[in-house]
Nanobody
Framework: QVQLVESGGGLVQAGGSLRLSCTTS????????MAWFRQAPGKEREFVAG????????DYTDSVKGRFTISRDNAKNTVYLQMDSLKPEDTGVYYC??????????????????WGQGTLVTVSS
């Protein structure tokens, strides 16, 4: 089995920064694409950023392009999400997700096989 554990969430003022981490354990050789999703109260879970196995390909939702950066360190089994210039609309629970299949970075939650428990990010105005 595979476990994903997120950390790094918290309360930050608008314009500030946070760095989320997602550490994987278990049968990590089964993992391929990694992604971050978020879910605001009363809204559906949405794709934020994704990264391929070797990190050569990344994808971002339009609202975070230029502000968020996803990266991974496979030696440490960890994926990061650096979030800068945060806005109140970035508030939500951020989830790490892993896809066993190789291929393009998927933006739909149903494409991912493993999920973390989530970490709360609150951006105050």
């Amino acid at each position: 089995q595979v476990q994903l554990v997120e950390s790094g969430g918290g309360l930050v003022q608008a314009g500030g920064s946070l760095r989320l981490s997602c550490t994987t354990s278990g049968r990590t050789f089964r993992l391929n694409t990694m992604a971050w999703f978020r879910q605001a109260p009363g809204k559906e879970r949405e794709f934020v950023a994704g990264i391929s196995w070797l990190g050569g390909s990344t994808d971002y939702t339009d609202s975070v392009k230029g502000r968020f950066t996803i990266s991974r360190d496979n030696a440490k089994n960890t994926v990061y999400l650096q979030m800068d210039s945060l806005k109140p609309e970035d508030t939500g629970v951020y989830y790490c997700a892993a896809d066993r299949l190789a291929g393009s970075i998927e933006v739909l939650p149903g494409a991912y096989d493993y999920w973390g428990q989530g970490t709360l990010v609150t951006v105050s105005s």
